[in-house]
Every structure is written in structure tokens, then in C-alpha cells.
């Protein structure tokens, strides 16, 4: 089975500009869950979608934006970018919404904002 | 809102040595705990987890982390480490009743395994 698939695997960006970052969930799998890793630190929840709802946000600003498609994958979205943006974000899936159905992560996309 | 700390940063130990990484967190309802482990150049993966019953828990590859609810801790052990467990260890809560699904992770501990 594919794992968690995020595209694309690094990218970099100009502080102001915009960025869209892709993520597959495990076929079957419904929650779509976004997390931001800045070197040195434990992942930061961002998002949790569930069937295409918002189910959960985290302490980031408004230019943090994210939805899910009826065919459950993900996108997330970065407006005004700053230099802080700069980390690994990562995505990670579950069957269900519900902390019994664990998480699966993909390889991330390394953002660096110069 | 929940934190976690991780209290060794980098933890160096000679093959067959055994191996415990602390974990403590702040909350004062039910929680869920994890350990996710990311070796070099993959992706997180789940270790083990605790969601209620028995605090002593076994995950794969010989690990286990045992619940201790007075003390808010999910301390990770291994009786004897292998060169392959050379790794980035992260220790996380999910907090009942938060409304999402979302998992509040320590800083990590990176462990180096010299054979």
C-alpha cells in the first residue's frame, strides 16, 4: 500500500510571496491532519480535516489556510510568507477522526523562505 | 492547553546498553500518549501508544513505555539497543475532549547507537 504522499518534497520561496503544499492520504483513509516541524522542535499541529470539514485548528495566523477534496486529499496554503515560515510540514492521515485510529505520516515538504 | 517535554536532547549509547528517554506532560484530564520514532531520511512512524488499561506498553522492535499518571510521565525503554535504533524519538499527548484529533509533540530526542 502507498504510504502518505506529499508533493512537492522541497520548495523555495521570497518572503511575501504564496505557497500551496500537496498531500494523498492512505487510500481509505479520511482525516487529513497538517503539522509544521522547525528544526530543532516536535512537530506543531496546524489542521485537521475530516470529510472535507475543518475539525481542528491550531495557534497559527490566518494566512494559514487548508481544505480537503472529496477524493480526501489536502492542500494547505500559505499566504505573505515569512522568513519564520521556513520548516518541514507534514502531513499525516488516519482512518478516522479519533485518537484510536493512529496517525500516518508522509515525508514532509521542506519550505525554506529566503 | 497540553505541553510535553522531552528531557534529553541527544542521548549517546554503545550497542547492547539499555535505553530510557523521559517523557512528562502537562494536563489534568484523560489523555492518549504516543512515541513516534523517525529514523534518518524516513518519515514518523508510531512506536507505541497508551489509550487506557494496562500502563505498561509494548510496541514494536522491543520497545515499551510504561504510563505513570501521578507523576504525568510515558518514559520509553529498550533493555539493549541496537545500531539501528540510531534515531530522532518523539514523545506526544492527545488531549480528550479537545474537539480535534491533534497531538502535541515534544521537542524529541535524538539517540546515537555506536556499535
Known amino acids: 500500500d502507498a504510504g502518505v504522499t506529499q508533493s512537492p518534497t522541497h520548495l523555495i520561496k521570497t518572503r511575501g510571496q504564496q505557497v500551496t503544499l500537496r498531500c494523498s492520504p492512505i487510500?481509505?483513509?479520511?482525516?487529513v491532519s497538517w503539522y509544521q516541524q522547525v528544526l530543532g522542535q516536535g512537530p506543531q499541529f496546524i489542521f485537521q480535516?475530516?470529510?472535507?470539514?475543518?475539525?481542528g485548528r491550531g495557534n497559527f495566523p490566518d494566512r494559514f489556510s487548508a481544505r480537503q477534496f472529496p477524493n480526501y486529499s489536502s492542500e494547505l496554503n500559505v499566504n505573505a510568507l515569512l522568513l519564520g515560515d521556513s520548516a518541514l510540514y507534514l502531513c499525516?492521515?488516519?482512518?478516522?477522526?479519533?485518537?484510536?485510529?493512529?496517525?500516518?505520516f508522509g515525508n514532509g515538504t521542506r519550505l525554506t523562505v529566503t | 492547553a497540553q505541553s510535553v517535554s522531552q528531557h534529553n536532547h541527544h542521548v549517546i549509547l554503545s550497542e547492547a546498553a539499555s535505553l530510557e528517554l523521559g517523557c512528562n506532560y502537562s494536563?489534568?484530564?484523560?489523555?492518549?500518549l504516543f512515541w513516534y520514532v523517525q529514523y534518518p531520511g524516513q518519515h514518523l512512524q508510531l512506536l507505541l501508544k497508551y489509550f487506557s488499561g494496562d500502563p505498561l506498553v509494548k510496541g514494536i522492535k522491543g520497545f515499551e513505555a510504561e504510563f505513570i499518571k501521578s507523576k504525568f510521565s510515558f518514559n520509553l525503554r529498550k533493555p539493549s539497543v541496537q545500531w539501528s535504533d540510531t534515531a530522532e524519538y518523539f514523545c506526544a499527548v492527545n488531549a480528550w475532549g479537545a474537539g480535534s484529533y491533534q497531538l502535541t509533540f515534544g521537542k524529541g530526542t535524538k539517540l546515537s547507537v555506536i556499535p
Open positions: 487510500s481509505g483513509h479520511k482525516s
Open positions: 499525516a492521515s488516519s482512518h478516522e477522526t479519533g485518537a484510536n485510529s493512529p496517525l500516518h
Open positions: 494536563y489534568g484530564g484523560t489523555v492518549n
Open positions: 480535516y475530516y470529510e472535507k470539514e475543518e475539525r
